[in-house]
């Protein structure tokens, strides 16, 4: 997996630019980010503070450093402010594998966007990053982010009980995976239909 520290991949797809998140995307950030519905099986509370961004961007920082993940701020090809992001974390570079995570400015739900960002990563990983298998650990009350990934050619293999101690309780986790061959024979089929 070669995340190299020094230049960072900007992914376009159709209406979309995936590019590097910086400091002076903070208020972006905040703006979606400080949304208890956005926020709701995110595993933080709801941002409060300018700080709170630039802690969140510090951390997209240090797993791009420490070649442990990366994380891609999402834009609107005409507009260029942040509305969301996507990216991989908890690389397991011997075993090939990672995890995925993603959120979207409530404004953008249901319109495609996290869809269209998410494969354009996964596509990245599997071309660039060396991934094999690619996980989404999803809390079960949280359907559209299994749907979304289920459209994408994701798998449910199992329920990981009390998986994660957030906001002062354990989450169950859904543990969904998608492989490599199973991304590309997907992704070939529909194209020649």
């Not at 509370?45 to 993940?69: C, R, V």
């Not at 990366?70 to 990672?98: A, D, M, P, Y």
């Not at 994408?152 to 329920?159: A, T």
């Not at 199973?182 to 529909?190: A, G, P």
């Amino acid at each position: 997996m070669n995340i190299d520290s020094d230049a960072f991949p900007v992914l376009e797809t159709k209406r979309l630019v995936l590019r590097k998140i910086t400091n002076e995307d903070a208020n972006s950030i905040l703006n979606y980010l400080s949304d208890e519905e956005v926020m709701k099986h995110y595993g933080l509370e709801p941002f409060n503070s300018i700080n709170d961004a630039l802690d969140e961007i510090s951390w997209y920082q240090s797993i791009q450093k420490n070649k442990t993940g990366i994380r891609w701020g999402i834009t609107l090809k005409e507009e260029g402010i942040v509305i969301g992001s996507c990216g991989f974390h908890n690389n397991v570079s011997q075993h090939f594998r990672t995890e995925i995570g993603f959120e979207l400015s409530k404004e953008q739900w249901g319109k495609g966007i996290a869809a269209e960002a998410v494969k354009a990563i996964i596509s990245y990983g599997y071309e660039h990053m060396n991934f094999m298998r690619i996980e989404a650990l999803i809390e079960p009350p949280n359907r559209p982010s299994q749907k979304l990934v289920e459209k994408l050619g994701f798998i449910r293999e199992g329920l990981l009980r009390n998986y994660e101690f957030t906001c002062g309780k354990f989450d169950d986790l859904y543990m969904y995976s998608l492989l490599k061959q199973d991304f590309d024979k997907c992704f070939t089929h529909k194209a020649d239909e």
